[in-house]
């Protein structure tokens, strides 16, 4: 079947812009995630959701990025005024449900570029 | 919280040749461990994990783990690596309680003809 999608795979944007990145997760999974995999590091945790809500958020850097689920299968991450910084690899995972022992299968990513 | 560490940043080995790759992690409270791979310009896919019992755990791909609870690592290993199974390799935890992973910085192994 198929796997966890996000587009776009590249964005490029300003300083100061405003951008979307978008994650399709496997159907039926209920809980998703989301990482950021800055150059030559591992993915860091961001925020997860267990259906529509978010049930941890303690990964949110500060108040600009910000995630939401309406429909408990779609997930959007939002980032405002963006900064160089927040140029990373951004990453989102769906399991079954949210549990340790669940498998969290990864999307290919969206690679975000701010200049 | 949880930390990871991965003590080697590049390892490069011979095809057909033995590899390992060695994993820390530091945990007040009790963790599962994973090891995931990543392929160039793929997204990440699990090897193997271990939640309970035997402390020895056979991933894809012909990978095992060993579990070691008094010295906090969790080492992957293959006894013969090939070409094909040049990637980054990332070891991860995560709390029995709770499902974020934390990750290490990952290890990339590249096997040479």
């Known amino acids: 079947g198929a796997g966890v999608s996000q587009t776009p795979s590249n964005k490029v944007t300003e300083k100061g812009k405003y951008v979307e990145l978008r994650c399709d997760p496997i159907s039926g999974h209920t809980a998703l995630y989301w990482y950021r995999q800055s150059l030559g590091q591992g993915p860091e945790f961001l925020i997860y959701?267990?259906?529509?809500?978010?049930?941890?958020d303690s990964g949110l850097p500060n108040d600009r990025f910000f995630a939401v689920r309406p429909e408990g299968s779609v997930s959007t991450l939002k980032i405002q005024r963006t900064e160089r910084g927040d140029s990373a690899v951004y990453l989102c995972a769906s399991s079954l449900e949210e549990a340790a022992y669940n498998e969290q299968f990864f999307g290919p990513g969206t690679r975000l570029t701010v200049l | 919280a949880q930390s990871v560490t991965q003590l080697d940043s590049q390892v490069p080995v011979f095809e057909e040749a033995p590899v390992e790759l060695r994993c820390n992690y530091s945990?007040?409270?009790?963790?599962?461990l994973f090891w995931y791979v990543q392929y160039p310009n793929q997204g990440l896919q699990l090897l193997l994990k271990y939640l309970s019992g035997s402390t020895l755990v056979k991933g894809i791909n012909g990978f095992e783990a060993e579990f070691n609870k008094s010295q906090t690592s969790f080492h992957l290993r293959k006894p013969s690596v090939h070409i094909s199974d040049t990637a980054e390799y990332f070891c991860?935890?995560?709390?029995?309680?709770?499902?974020?992973?934390?990750f290490g910085e990952g290890t990339q192994l590249t096997v040479n003809p």
């Open positions: 991860a935890v995560t709390e029995t309680s709770g499902s974020r992973l934390t």
């Open positions: 959701f267990q259906g529509t809500g978010a049930a941890d």
């Open positions: 945990s007040s409270v009790s963790v599962y």
